[in-house]
């Protein structure tokens, strides 16, 4: 690959456009029976010649009703395929998207719509009541409308003049940091059609066939994965994206079959439900090629690969980084059951950095740091924190963009993961700030302090314990656990929501009354278990409200 992707196209819809006129009757995207049954749409294959006439349609849609370059869209749309049209046209425009998950509540809705400055959002009519109510919590006004509805014509603001490139922006995602509130990623055209073009022709165990490919993916398209990765490689090579609603460990391999993907995503947490199944004669009935993701367990990353018979390609990449930075463990050897992720390609620096500021020797930990090789470090990154000058600038301080990540070169230069240094809980795939948990708890009545930590889950990773401290008028029991966490699924994504409660005399705090972070294992280690801690698991369902 060369080092920078000669980009002959300057936006998203662009590139879909031209991908529709090479492979006019391909099917670009594919909606299963089970998929196309709880969203209540029609099932089966939509080519790109279709995909593109309505594309085209919706944009002219959208121009008449006044939007344009430089506004924002806000799409809660779950993994449904009018996700991509919406995104297509909209980009054609110059319109960033604004991705909405829908396990969002009402303290995250507030500060995504205030934040994001979104001039009017694209939602399922069952979620226009929370999006209004969050919106007037801050005073906005917000046009709202649903995906067979046409857009509002907008009062305000008019769009900018110019049109898009490749620099515009193209989406804003939000991921959750250490600071409390999630931070905006300004993501621009370049980024996909850089992620679109890595992942197309990285190669090795990974190498795609132009009009071939079939991607089954069960995650989120609203994540980075499902729309920077699996969508814009079968843009890229004119193959079919096949997105599930979610998971389903029960009927996956028959949606496996069904669907003939050649290609699935996978996060760590789906080969060990998996695994768990009986053996069957289907198990290696089926035509993928490999399995693409993050996080398999390290003692059924061999047992998995030998009963399904395909490899399970890890892969280590973030929100900021996309495919500027990205590394795959696609060629062998893979040090399958060991954590690597694959060694640096050419078009990566790397660097590890001990605690003490000077480079980890092999095998010592240290976090990681990375850059895009060449002239421009940030090619193919993230533009910056939206509204945060600060929170960039310490991102890349020193030239470098430092991941929080805590890994190891291996003797053979291969790089394995060992921990998060960030403050962040990553339970199923889903990154939880801490901070952002532990505001909302303080707002419960009965709360006078709480941290919150992970811990260890045999089939999420990790879990959301919280360490609380009651106000005096309070008795610890399992009714005020319930009742807690019951506050918490009311404002926050059911999977931040704690997984167990423990009542703790104190919190750990420093001399400048921050929580000590590092003292919280020992303090989850000593309260798990006991009379005063409560597990809430099975409170936290999705769909919670």
Not at 170 to 185: M, R
Not at 212 to 231: D, G, K, Q, V, W
Not at 418 to 435: F, L, M, P, T, W
Request: glycine share 10%; net charge negative.
């Amino acid at each position: 690959m060369d080092q920078h992707f000669p980009l002959s196209v300057p936006t998203v819809f662009a590139a879909f456009a031209a991908t529709a006129a090479r492979h006019p009757s391909c099917a670009f995207l594919s909606v299963l029976p089970e998929t196309a049954k709880v969203y209540a749409i029609e099932p089966g294959d939509i080519s790109y010649q279709t995909a593109q006439a309505g594309i085209m349609r919706l944009q002219q849609a959208y121009h008449q009703a006044g939007f344009g370059f430089g506004h924002r869209v806000g799409l809660l749309l779950e993994n449904r395929p009018a996700f991509f049209l919406h995104w297509f046209a909209l980009n054609g425009l110059g319109v960033s998207v604004v991705p909405i998950n829908p396990d969002l509540r009402a303290s995250e809705l507030e500060y995504l719509i205030s934040h994001s400055e979104i001039v009017a959002a694209l939602a399922l009519p069952s979620r226009h009541a929370d999006l209004q109510a969050a919106a007037l919590a801050k005073s906005i006004t917000l046009p709202l409308f649903g995906p067979d509805e046409a857009p509002p014509v907008l009062a305000g603001p008019p769009p900018r003049s110019g049109q898009p490139d490749i620099n515009s922006e193209c989406a804003l995602l939000y991921t959750s940091g250490t600071t409390g509130q999630p931070k905006g990623c300004v993501l621009p055209n370049e980024y996909f059609l850089y992620a679109g073009h890595w992942y197309a022709h990285i190669g090795g165990l990974i190498e795609m066939q132009a009009g071939c490919e079939r991607m089954l993916t069960p995650l989120p398209i609203f994540h980075m994965n499902a729309m920077a990765y699996s969508a814009m490689a079968m843009v890229m090579t004119g193959g079919c994206l096949i997105a599930l609603d979610r998971f389903h460990p029960r009927s996956w391999w028959d949606s496996v079959r069904e669907s003939k993907a050649t290609i699935v995503h996978y996060l760590g947490v789906m080969p060990s439900m998996l695994i768990g199944a009986p053996d069957s004669a289907q198990d290696k009935a089926h035509s993928v090629r490999f399995g693409f993701g993050a996080g398999v367990d390290q003692g059924l990353h061999v047992p998995f690969e030998e009963r399904f018979g395909f490899p399970l390609i890890e892969a280590w990449a973030m929100t900021e980084t996309g495919a500027g930075a990205v590394v795959v463990a696609s060629n062998e050897p893979r040090h399958r059951g060991t954590r690597c992720f694959g060694k640096p390609s050419n078009e990566l620096e790397v660097r590890i950095v001990a605690e003490d500021g000077s480079e980890a020797a092999t095998d010592a930990p240290g976090e990681l740091l990375v850059r895009h090789a060449g002239p421009d470090p940030r090619y193919g990154f993230f533009r910056a924190y939206l509204k945060d000058e600060e929170a960039t600038q310490q991102a890349w301080e020193g030239g470098w963009f430092h991941t929080g990540d805590v890994v190891r070169h291996g003797a053979d230069g291969s790089l394995h993961f060992i921990d998060r240094k960030k403050n962040v809980i990553r339970r199923s795939g889903e990154n939880i700030s801490a901070v952002e948990v532990e505001g909302v708890l303080l707002q419960h009545k009965a709360v006078k302090s709480v941290a919150v930590a992970p811990v260890a889950d045999p089939v999420r990773g990790d879990e959301v314990f919280a360490c609380v401290v009651l106000d005096g008028a309070y008795q610890a029991d399992e009714t005020l656990a319930a009742d807690i966490v019951g506050w918490c699924l009311s404002r926050l994504a059911y999977y931040k929501a704690p997984g167990y409660v423990g009542f703790v005399s104190m919190v750990p705090l420093t001399s400048t009354q921050k929580i000590q972070r590092g003292s919280l294992k020992d303090l989850v280690a000593g309260v798990i278990g006991t009379a005063a801690c409560f597990d809430t698991r099975a409170m936290k369902k999705r769909g919670t409200h």
